[in-house]
């Protein structure tokens, strides 16, 4: 059983920075494709950065430029850099994983795996 705990948000100024974090047990991280999505009151759960089996990413407009997802597959955690945040990046965020597949997607049906959340709020 994959378990996903994320960790690293909060509260920031617009044009601040954090760094979320993701540890993956259960299951070796190199192993499926991983993502980072969030969520806002009222919205749906979006796609904001997925990273494939083999390393490939790919990112949603909105963050393309000032999000970074990475990997590290010796400490089994996802990382997802977050800079120049804006008001409109508050979210809830997760990250998910998928044992299914290994291309990259963005798109939350794919993963069968999900942590808890981090709250991320952006003033301005």
């Known amino acids: 059983q994959v378990q996903l705990v994320e960790s690293g948000g909060g509260s920031v100024q617009s044009g601040g920075s954090l760094r979320l974090s993701c540890a993956v047990s259960?299951?070796?991280?190199?192993?499926?494709?991983m993502g980072w999505f969030r969520q806002a009151p009222g919205k749906d759960r979006e796609g904001v950065a997925g990273?494939?089996?083999?390393?490939?990413?790919a990112y949603a407009d909105s963050v393309e430029g000032r999000f970074t997802i990475s990997k590290d597959n010796a400490r089994n955690t996802l990382y997802l850099q977050m800079n120049s945040l804006k008001p409109e990046d508050t979210a809830m965020y997760y990250c998910?994983?998928?044992?299914?597949?290994?291309?990259?997607?963005?798109?939350?049906?794919?993963?069968?795996?999900w942590g808890q959340g981090t709250q991320v709020t952006v003033s301005s």
């Open positions: 998910a994983a998928d044992t299914r597949s290994k291309s990259w997607s963005l798109q939350p049906g794919d993963y069968n795996y």
């Open positions: 990273i494939s089996l083999y390393g490939g990413v």
């Open positions: 259960g299951y070796t991280n190199s192993g499926y494709r």
